[in-house]
């Protein structure tokens, strides 16, 4: 079991449930789950930059990447329907958490000049975040990457507001700036 989860069920859930004055644990915000997205513009006109970049989410999640494709034809980008323009991966269960924590211990402190997230959330609970280059992560082999593609994180929790899932995912160790 992940060191995380043993921390959200044991530190997180009690200090949630005396925040918000909850009665039953189930009320208690959750992380759903975690969505990794690649946007590969030129993907459309060379096959080898989706190879990488599924490559690079697949060393990341520990699962293969589904490829995201065109659902209509843009002729100002030169695309059609069907073309593949990205890869995705969805994580839940004990690999979400795996990838949580080592997104929150080992890459984010890895980012040059690094001060901290934002605290703007989408109105819903959700979290997104992105990542500028993906050789923050240790196991992604910088020497291999031959083009450095940044990509977006969701963390898709339970909390109904903004502020419940701001604490929750201030216990659970998001690193945020101060205010």
């Known amino acids: 079991m992940p060191n995380l989860l043993d921390h959200y069920r044991e530190s ?43 490559g ?21 980008f030169k695309l059609r329907q069907g073309m593949p323009i990205g890869a995705k991966v969805t994580l839940r269960g004990p690999r979400m958490y795996e990838f949580l924590e080592r997104l929150i211990g080992v890459a984010i402190p890895r980012i040059r000049d ?30 291999k990457v031959k083009r450095v593609q940044g990509f977006n994180i969701t963390l898709v929790s339970s909390a109904r507001t903004d502020e419940e899932a701001l604490a929750f995912l201030e216990l659970m160790g998001v690193p945020f700036k101060r205010t």
């Open 12 to 54: 997180v859930v009690p200090k949630m449930m005396e925040r918000f004055g909850y009665t039953n644990p189930m009320q208690v915000a959750r992380l759903r789950k975690i969505v990794l997205n690649m946007g590969l513009g030129e993907a459309a006109r060379d096959k080898e930059i989706i190879e990488d970049a599924t």
């Open 56 to 76: 690079q989410l697949m060393v990341l999640s520990g699962q293969r990447p589904v490829i995201t494709r065109a659902r209509r034809s843009i002729a100002g």
């Open 114 to 143: 690094f001060r901290g997230l934002e605290r703007t959330l989408d109105g819903r609970g959700n979290y997104n975040v992105g990542l500028t280059e993906a050789t923050v992560f240790p196991e992604v082999n910088a020497d």
